[in-house]
């Protein structure tokens, strides 16, 4: 048995773009920016959706939203994502990249939010 929850919203934006994708979710949403200097590609858009991660993505792609979903188990999250019919695409870190069908990006990564939040909104998966 494990536990996952969806963590957080992602705007990815290619890199060349993404200081400016920032300024314009900052500004669309009304929220302040924040960043951290061991985490470069990622600009915060804080409280931009209550209870999510919200944050701008610098990426060496095209584009695109992406879900980030935190797992006490992150085999098993994988695995369970997987037989739905997900498909591995990488591995970054602790983290599983899949695809899920219709062709979203997803990740898959270890507990990353306070303990208590994950205790009470996490949901349990045999």
Same mark, same amino acid.
């Given at each position: 048995?494990?536990?996952?929850?969806?963590?957080?919203?992602?705007?990815?934006?290619?890199?060349?773009e993404a200081a400016r994708s920032a300024e314009f979710w900052s500004a669309a949403l009304?929220?302040?920016?924040?960043?951290?200097?061991?985490?470069?590609q990622f600009v915060g858009l804080h409280e931009?959706?209550?209870g999510l991660v919200t944050a701008v993505q610098a990426v060496?792609? #095209?584009a695109r939203y992406h879900l980030d979903i935190e797992t006490d188990d992150v085999a098993?999250?994988?695995a369970r994502l997987i037989g739905l019919g997900a498909t591995e695409v990488?591995?970054?870190?602790?983290?599983r990249i899949l695809r899920a069908p219709g062709g979203h990006l997803l990740c898959v990564l270890p507990?990353?939010?306070?303990?208590? #939040?994950?205790?009470?909104?996490a949901r349990t998966w045999p």
């Open positions: 048995m494990h536990r996952s929850r969806v963590y957080a919203l992602l705007i990815d934006a290619p890199e060349a009304g929220v302040p920016t924040r960043t951290h200097p061991s985490e470069p931009a959706l209550p060496d792609d #095209v098993a999250e994988t990488t591995r970054w870190l602790e983290c507990v990353e939010s306070p303990p208590e #939040v994950f205790a009470a909104q």
